[in-house]
């Protein structure tokens, strides 16, 4: 007869796994843009560029908050440094005047409501998102 | 001497710095934008004999500590005004706007800023007072002590391109500088014509380096040096009163370059300082850092060095003619030992939490070997028990806001 604690801890791990799977699933992360925007293709490193202010391409950069996961990915494989480093990098851009950090905006629907409004813009959600009809995946973000 | 001192001022500034981050982090509109940093820094000196850039053996808040604030306007997307100042009651730095100007950029590959700004010598000459852009609680003095002029007025151009996948910044400036250079125990006024310079930065994945060169020329105002050069043109002893000039032209080299990963960073930086008087030395300063880095902490060690060589300078004063000449010979050789010699090894080790994203907490130790009979970037040294090897410890909260 399976006992309760260990009945207990056999689920909460089962649970926990089916939700780190879903997790996973739901952190893939698209790179979009507004579809007016000419440019119809980006490279990892001019993605890099554009979203450290060193931008020669027609992108505004928009981001969701610290600590979110689609962010997290981002930095992690586009950027390739941690929170930290880019926070001191746009503390550098920012009060030097070489160029701005990216407007941060609260919520999915706020980043993808500012893409579908502003031709110039660039952000990344995570993949499956419902996009507006004016707004196109210019990249993807394998895992 | 007290064992704690912050001044009155600080705590006022502070106490702004406490009152304005409850209500916002950032205060942003489409036109208008208001940021800005703040850095409380205290540092102990574990000797009783010399002073290291206004920190001594006591616990010490006001050399590096300081608010600043920047205000933008954007008329439109091309063109924007800007005004960015530091509070401090430092004795190294002065309060006031170091960045005051125009910013006009006509597309995404060209900018052009008219009006006040910090002179870009080194790679974090303009952010010096932004202790949050850099990893450690001081840039490593043996390089940034050497940063004589905080900002000029004029213009400068920004030209960004691509090639294959390296990334360019190509910068070009020029204006004219006429202020106070700040130390710990006096302020002397520099007159320069036109400061000029080009600096490009290259980017190409986790690799960046830096290039620059700046030249022009000044004038140093020492009422003293001008009467003595008057003393010794009147007994016909021209070539010394010329090389005892501190006037005329300076160039500054510098290279910097840096590795980084999610895991770990290299930063190195060599610079070079040439002036034409023979009163100021050649200075050469090298610094390199290694970092790593785990969750939230940052752990680094840095290596770095000054030089500095004296031009020879002939005395042409006889001595043994006349008491006045043998007195006058004797100064002017006064002079020439008095000239300065800064010759320094500095090793840190520290360590920095980025408590959040705009809040970061630094303390680390620097061990300064400073060689016998120089001053070594110390601000005050007691010759007779200074044994030219101290530990100074410094620990930085860092704010933006």
């Known amino acids: 007869m399976i006992k309760w604690p260990v009945f207990l801890i056999s689920f909460s791990l089962l649970l926990f796994s089916q939700f780190a799977l879903a997790n996973k699933n739901s952190t893939e992360v698209i790179v979009v843009k507004n579809i007016e925007n000419p440019i119809n293709s980006i490279t990892k490193n001019q993605l890099r560029n554009v979203f450290l202010g060193r931008n020669t391409l027609m992108f505004e950069p928009v981001i969701p908050p610290v600590e979110t996961i689609t962010r997290i990915i981002f930095n992690t494989k586009i950027i390739g440094l941690n929170e930290s480093r880019i926070q001191s990098f746009y503390a550098q851009m920012r009060f030097s005047g070489r160029a701005r950090p990216p407007k941060e905006l609260p919520t999915t629907d706020a980043l993808l409501h500012y893409i579908s409004t502003t031709p110039t813009a660039i952000t990344y959600v995570p993949q499956g998102t419902k996009l507006p009809k004016n707004v196109v995946v210019i990249y993807t973000i394998v895992i | 001497m007290p064992l704690f001192s912050i001044t009155p001022q600080l705590k006022y500034i502070w106490l702004i710095i406490v009152l304005i981050t409850p209500y916002k982090t950032y205060a942003t509109t489409d036109k208008f934008d208001v940021s800005g940093f703040a850095r409380l820094v205290g540092g102990y000196l574990d000797e009783s004999s010399a002073e290291y850039q206004a920190y001594d053996n006591s616990l010490t808040f006001s050399p590096d500590s300081l608010l600043g604030i920047k205000g933008e306007y954007r008329h439109n997307e091309q063109l924007s005004f800007v005004a960015q100042g530091i509070f401090t009651n430092s004795s190294l730095r002065k309060s006031g706007f170091d960045w005051l100007y125009m910013s006009y950029k006509p597309s995404t590959d060209w900018q052009f800023d008219f009006g006040r700004y910090r002179t870009p010598f080194f790679e974090y000459s303009e952010v010096i007072n932004v202790g949050f852009a850099y990893p450690w609680v001081i840039p490593p003095q043996t390089t940034y002590v050497n940063a004589l002029f905080a900002s000029i007025d004029g213009a400068r151009a920004t030209y960004l391109f691509n090639i294959d996948k390296f990334n360019f910044?190509?910068?070009?400036?020029?204006?004219?500088?006429?202020?106070?250079?700040?130390?710990?125990?006096?302020?002397?006024?520099?007159e320069s014509d036109l400061l000029t310079g080009i600096n490009l930065r290259m980017n190409t994945d986790n690799f960046r380096a830096r290039i620059s060169y700046v030249t022009g020329d000044f004038e140093i105002e020492i009422n003293d040096l001008s009467e003595l050069q008057n003393i010794l043109k009147s007994y016909n002893f021209n070539n010394t009163a010329n090389e005892i000039e501190i006037k005329g032209g300076i160039d500054i080299y510098q290279f910097s370059a840096a590795y980084e990963t999610l895991d770990y960073f290299a930063l190195t930086e060599a610079t070079l300082i040439k002036g034409d008087s023979k009163l100021v030395p050649n200075i050469e300063s090298y610094n390199l850092t290694l970092g790593l880095f785990h969750n939230d902490f940052t752990y680094y060690t840095s290596a770095s060095k000054l030089r500095t060589t004296n031009p020879e300078i002939t005395n042409e004063v006889p001595i043994g003619v006349t008491p006045e000449l043998t007195l006058l010979n004797n100064?002017?050789?006064?002079?020439?030992e008095g000239r300065l010699h800064e010759d320094v090894d500095i090793a840190t080790v520290g360590i920095r939490w980025d408590i959040k994203s705009n809040l970061?907490?630094?303390?680390?130790?620097?061990m300064i070997k400073g060689k016998s009979g120089q001053r070594s970037t110390f601000s005050r040294i007691d010759e007779t028990s200074f044994n030219n090897y101290s530990t100074l410890y410094l620990f930085s909260i860092d704010w933006l806001f």
């Open chain 2, 360 to 366: 970061a907490f630094k303390a680390e130790v620097d």
């Open chain 2, 331 to 336: 100064i002017v050789d006064k002079l020439i």
């Open chain 2, 169 to 190: 910044s190509l910068s070009a400036f020029g204006g004219q500088f006429n202020s106070n250079i700040f130390n710990v125990e006096n302020s002397t006024t520099v």
